[in-house]
């Protein structure tokens, strides 16, 4: 019992630490230094502990399934070293899987909170250094203002994507909505009071970062999650449920035809958004009618992992994408970009851990599952996330996490 519990507290240690890193994670690559010694940690368990009984029902083999079909594709690759760098960069859909697994006797629903609570932690200290990094270049270089620019010269200290960013902070406001929502009456007003402010804090640093995916990624989960709420309210109270409507269309319609706050609102939409963003749009439309042709050639199985960037560079080129090529793009569609590698094979491997997280969510009715696929589903329409490792280790690692089944005996 004494050798359970001390193996509880390194196992939570490790995944708090990997979860933590994530927004830090090309900072002298601690993220992937987190990952080494949570997987080593887990080889150790497995030769010192053989005869420890594992849960066979732990094991996501969807993951699993997809690494190796990705690896499959580097023997139709002509160009294997490529194939095999990004096979590295995938390397997270094959040892979570087994990690978690083989971990999964220690992991208790009070690791699981943990984890999710060092995620949010790190990502409150990642915007804290990103404000302090961008006040001083901005008295130091009096013409660049960092904290008005926002964007990529926000995050730049971080090395990281603001698209990845505001996907992190995206799902800390979910889970913090979770977690008020879950403990409501337990919490006193403080506690209330910090979270809402924190929530806040997270939604402003979303607008900052102007990532339009992860905007409309939250927008979305806004709007299912109001629904659901509102199915519930009128099945437990109708009164209430109408009442509470009314209030909502007056209120529509008042801010419809209040002049002084739709000419605020249209001032601060024309200035959030006087950057020209129709070259982005341009962009993505011009990769996807070309990847989308590319596909068309090969749609089976796709051209491998090793290929697909060639592939799509002659597309590019055939297409008069020049920026594409110059800037080697990637199909910034993560659907269209599983086309390319494995074909509809590929993409429907691919798609089964989406549906297995619907059932998880069906089965666990567990909020932060059902935002954790809404965010995804909705990014990966217009960024390819899986190319970096901001986004494998993001989706592989919560992926299972969430996946996890906690057996009442752990606790």
């Given amino acids: 019992m004494v050798l359970l519990e001390k193996n509880n507290i390194i196992v939570t240690t490790l995944l708090c630490l990997v979860a933590f890193t994530l927004p830090f994670g090309f900072v002298k690559n601690i993220n992937s230094i987190s990952i080494i010694l949570l997987s080593i940690y887990a080889i150790y368990i497995s030769i010192t502990q053989k005869k420890i009984v594992i849960n066979k029902s732990a094991l996501q083999v969807l993951p699993i399934v997809y690494f190796v079909f990705l690896v499959f594709s580097l023997t139709y690759s002509e160009h294997i070293y490529q194939g095999v760098k990004q096979i590295e960069k995938n390397l997270s859909f094959l040892l979570f899987p087994l990690i978690f697994w083989r971990l999964d006797k220690f992991i208790t629903q009070t690791t699981k909170d943990r984890i999710l609570l060092s995620f949010v932690i790190s990502n409150i200290i990642a915007l804290l250094i990103c404000i302090f990094y961008a006040t001083m270049v901005y008295y130091q270089k009096s013409d660049i203002n960092l904290l008005i620019k926002g964007s990529f010269y926000f995050t730049e200290i971080l090395d990281i994507h603001p698209t990845y960013f505001s996907m992190y902070l995206v799902l800390c406001i979910c889970v913090l909505r979770t977690y008020l929502y879950n403990t409501k009456l337990k919490l006193n007003m403080v506690r209330k009071i910090i979270t809402i402010v924190i929530m806040i804090f997270l939604l402003v640093s979303i607008l900052h970062l102007r990532s339009r995916s992860a905007i409309l990624g939250l927008i979305l989960i806004g709007v299912v999650l109001m629904c659901k709420r509102m199915i519930y309210m009128y099945k437990s109270n109708q009164k209430v449920f109408l009442g509470m409507l009314l209030g909502g269309i007056l209120l529509f319609f008042f801010l419809l035809f209040s002049t002084s706050v739709k000419n605020n609102l249209l001032e601060y939409a024309q200035g959030y958004l006087k950057r020209d963003t129709s070259w982005a749009l341009e962009e993505r439309l011009d990769g996807w009618s070309a990847s989308l042709e590319a596909v068309s050639e090969s749609y089976i199985f796709g051209y491998g992992i090793g290929d697909s960037q060639k592939v799509r560079d002659k597309y590019f080129y055939i ?39 619907i059932l998880l969510y069906l089965k666990t009715f567990n909020t932060n599952i059902l935002c954790f696929f809404l965010l995804l589903f909705v990014i990966m329409i217009t960024e390819s996330i899986l190319v970096r490792q901001h986004g494998i280790v993001f989706f592989s690692f919560f992926y299972m996490l969430f996946n996890i089944r906690i057996d009442e005996k752990k606790g």
């Fill in 319 to 357: 297409h008069g994408f020049d920026v594409g090529i110059d800037n080697e793009y990637n199909s910034h569609n993560q659907y269209i970009e599983i086309l390319i590698i494995g074909g509809i094979f590929g993409l429907i491997l691919f798609l089964s851990m989406y549906f297995k997280l």
